[in-house]
């Protein structure tokens, strides 16, 4: 059977349903990053006798494992499919929390609470836009800006909710709420079925593992998977998003702090924060609809140095007006970050491997959120100057804003897909068909459809 190229690329129905799901699994369970905060004030209360820096890690850790448990996401959808990864990380969610509720000693809440629930928001963050990357092969920055963007109106919503539901059921009551909350995302992400193309790259695949197990060294089969590493824009794009990481978590971290030194109240401070959220909402749809008609590169450095050099001179903006237009900017500048990055990436490496290169990706971006606020308080202290740390957000900016950049001049145009007919052939048929078992994960459940598809409609 032969197609062209525009039918490869053609948006099935069915895409759009998985949109709308993405939307509700992504503002369900990655939301829940927005309640760190609220959980930070409960944990103090909590646990009154315990260092304020040992609590704060506490949060830190549950913030950045979206991005640092991008590995294990990465793994699963390798493994099996992205939406046995969204499934999943419904599950990983309400067994954390549910764990959490009968920790009486904080040192255990590291696992069940910042590693465990904190996996959860990385499998349904990484699973839920790789899903989409399929469903909208040339729409995939509209299509991940709409779904991101339902991250943005969480921050509305999660905060108020989770100090009532404190208020009300007490922290423990809380940990089961939010981890019934979390497990939604199990059932939206049943509705991502796999796309035929999703199953014909896994299809090719586990084929090649199977021959390597009997024919060849298992080196040549991690060195196929970790390819990307050759690519010069690969590693412009781990910079640019390690360094934008570092900038964004010191910035939101510091940002309250410092806007009361400037004159503001935490009343003012919290509504500020909110702004942000704000415009980072807008951003994400529209310029994740932008980029569908601009290069996605020139947006993705373009905003970071913007919003660098506008956070050069935060320490003039002690007006509230002025407070006021730095956390709209800063949400609008940085807000489309999430929704551009998988985007970037495939047209950066393709889709061949795309799990893992974007594994590696959110983990890069995981330590520089982790490691960010850290290294800007040394420099503060350092130098006794709070603006320091503000002045060493821009830079990070700024360095994200270069590479991001360069990543247009050295990108080379990728195929969607780079499988050949030649990869699957009448064994493999009849070696997928034998493993029926593996088509409750959704490889085999396609088989036939996959094999029928011809090497000149991938290289045209």
């Not at 084929?207 to 970790?226: I, N, Y």
């Not at 824009?233 to 410092?258: D, G, H, K, N, R």
């Amino acid at each position: 059977m032969k197609e062209d190229k525009k039918t490869m690329t053609k948006t099935e129905p069915w895409a759009w349903v998985v949109l709308a799901a993405s939307i509700c699994a992504l503002f369900f369970n990655t939301a829940l990053n927005f309640t760190v905060g609220v959980l930070h004030i409960a944990f103090l209360e909590r646990f009154p006798d315990v260092d304020v820096s040992t609590i704060s890690w506490l949060g830190a850790l549950f913030s950045c494992m979206f991005a640092l448990a991008g590995i294990i996401a990465s793994n699963v959808i390798s493994v099996f499919n992205s939406r046995t990864c969204v499934m999943l990380s419904g599950v990983v969610t309400l067994v954390g929390f549910t764990l959490s509720r009968f920790v009486t000693d904080i040192k255990y809440l590291f696992i069940t609470y910042s590693f465990i629930a904190g996996s959860g928001q990385a499998l349904c963050f990484a699973g839920t836009l790789v899903s989409l990357g399929y469903h909208f092969m040339d729409k995939t920055s509209m299509a991940t800006g709409i779904a991101v963007g339902g991250c943005g109106l969480s921050s509305f919503i999660f905060p108020p909710f989770t100090q009532y539901l404190i208020d009300t059921y007490g922290l423990d009551g809380t940990f089961l709420m939010l981890g019934a909350l979390g497990f939604q995302s199990s059932v939206f992400g049943a509705l991502m079925k796999p796309t035929k193309y999703e199953l014909r790259l896994k299809a090719v695949s586990c084929r090649s593992r199977q021959r390597t197990l009997e024919t060849e060294k298992v080196s040549t089969v991690w060195q196929d998977r970790f390819n990307f590493f050759q690519s010069v824009p690969y590693w412009l794009f781990l910079v640019s998003s390690t360094s934008f990481s570092m900038a964004v978590s010191t910035v939101y971290l510091f940002m309250p702090e410092y806007f009361k030194l400037l004159g503001s109240t935490s009343q003012e401070a919290a509504f500020l924060l909110s702004i942000a959220g704000v415009t980072g909402t807008i951003s994400r749809v529209l310029l994740g609809i932008l980029a569908s008609s601009v290069g996605v590169s020139i947006i993705f450095g373009g905003m970071f140095g913007i919003i660098g050099v506008v956070t050069f001179f935060i320490k003039f903006m002690s007006s509230l007006g002025g407070k006021i237009s730095y956390t709209a900017f800063l949400g609008f500048y940085t807000g489309a970050c999430w929704s551009l990055q998988y985007t970037l990436l495939v047209e950066i490496n393709g889709l061949n491997n795309i799990s893992t290169a974007y594994g590696v990706l959110m983990f890069c971006s995981g330590v520089g959120y982790l490691f960010g606020p850290p290294v800007a308080e040394m420099m503060a202290v350092r130098y006794q100057s709070t603006y320091v740390i503000f002045a060493f957000a821009g830079v990070c900016f700024v360095i994200a804003s270069v590479t991001g950049l360069l990543i247009n001049v050295t990108t080379k145009k990728h195929n969607i897909l780079e499988v050949k007919e030649s990869e699957i052939g009448e064994t493999d048929q009849k070696y997928f068909e034998s493993n029926e078992k593996e088509a409750f994960f959704g490889i085999n459940t396609e088989t036939s459809v996959i094999l029928e598809v011809g090497d000149d409609i991938l290289n045209d």
